[in-house]
């Protein structure tokens, strides 16, 4: 079982959910239950929290699984999430110093005449 992962879905605020397993690719859609707004309370369209609910990958974006996330008997699934945890994030390269305008004086001149 997997606690708190976060479901990013198509044009809608992310979900909390506990997932019954981890995605794998031959997958075509998300099993979970559990299904709450990030401030823990439930959303409009759950009648039960205690349901199970089905969301095809058609419909997600990405799905966030935390570090500590997982529990249960399936330690290769618990190395394997956090070795992809553990890589480092890319660094973005710093930004480029943008260049000195001109200040182009007939331009700041007719803006004060009007």
């Known amino acids: 079982m997997i606690r708190n992962a976060i479901i990013h879905i198509m044009n809608e605020q992310p979900l909390l959910a506990d997932l019954f397993e981890a ?4 997958d075509v859609g998300m099993r979970c239950t559990n299904l709450r707004t ?5 959303p409009v369209f759950v009648d039960d929290l205690a349901s199970i609910f089905f969301f095809p990958y ?4 990405f799905v ?12 290769g699934m618990a190395v394997a999430l956090a070795g992809a945890a553990r890589q480092q994030p890319i660094e973005a390269p710093p930004p480029e110093p ?3 305008l001109e200040i182009d004086e007939d331009f700041l001149r007719r803006i004060r005449e009007v």
């Open 38 to 42: 990030l401030d823990g309370k439930r």
């Open 58 to 61: 058609l419909h997600i974006r």
């Open 23 to 26: 995605p794998s690719p031959g």
């Open 98 to 100: 943008e260049p000195e």
């Open 64 to 75: 966030e699984i935390p570090p500590g996330a997982v529990s249960g008997s399936d330690p």
